[in-house]
């Protein structure tokens, strides 16, 4: 969506190397084959830099999804094509690599608001980290990490992920979960999110290990819900 039509952020699906340094370049992606085989360029490092650059001028927020191995069965993928339900969990964690990435924008001073999303749950801890690195006071929580996503997207997914983020980071920063506007359905995920959200906090207080401060837990709960959201992407609401 251009920006003058009131884009706010933009999604990058990532799909690491293991010889590239920080991610490949392009949104396009071949085969199973011609995928296996392809590697990291310079050109690729170059590219990704000057989008994160591009969005910090715009004050876009930089979304990058990783963690997500594509179109696995090769009988499907020829008879059906790509995104028809045949992907899985990759355990490849670019940890230094993202850490690389994002130091070589804030190096310059041009990291803009950054959200990071894995697929696989292993990394909830490695992302958490990585957070604590470059945060800045541009935004509240200006690096993010993204609500569990795509196989992770259940009740078992999200808790983890929202228990990392507060061992880690700061919960009440979250800014909740996400929506694929793709599905009109997909939007009952709010709702599901948000009574998971409130059973964990609320099990917190019950044992003791969150103060029972009703206004406080209210401002945390509707921070996560919707204001964080409004307040981090900038909507005139």
Request: aromatic share 10%.
């Amino acid at each position: 969506q251009p920006h003058h039509a009131g884009c706010d952020g933009s999604r990058r699906g990532a799909e690491p190397r293991a010889h590239s340094d920080v991610f490949p370049a392009g949104g396009k992606r071949g085969g199973p084959a011609q995928r296996d085989g392809g590697r990291g360029t310079a050109g690729g490092i170059k590219n990704d830099r000057s989008i994160g650059k591009e969005y910090q001028k715009k004050n876009w927020v930089m979304q990058i999804h990783y963690g997500c191995k594509r179109d696995n069965n090769a009988l499907m993928y020829a008879k059906l094509g790509p995104d028809t339900g045949f992907d899985c969990i990759n355990n490849y964690a670019p940890s230094a690599q993202t850490a690389d990435f994002l130091n070589s924008l804030i190096a310059t001073d041009e990291l803009p608001k950054t959200i990071l999303y894995s697929l696989n749950p292993c990394d909830n801890e490695a992302i958490g980290t990585i957070l604590g690195c470059f945060q800045g006071t541009e935004a509240a929580g200006k690096i993010q990490q993204g609500s569990a996503w795509w196989f992770n997207d259940h009740k078992t997914g999200m808790i983890a992920q929202m228990t990392s983020l507060a061992n880690l980071g700061l919960l009440a920063n979250f800014v909740g979960m996400l929506t694929d506007s793709r599905s009109f359905l997909s939007y009952t995920r709010h709702e599901y999110f948000r009574r998971i959200l409130c059973e964990l906090i609320g099990g917190w207080v019950e044992n003791g290990e969150y103060p029972a401060d009703y206004k406080t837990l209210k401002e945390i709960v509707c921070g996560i819900s919707y204001n964080n959201a409004v307040d981090y992407f900038g909507f005139d609401l």
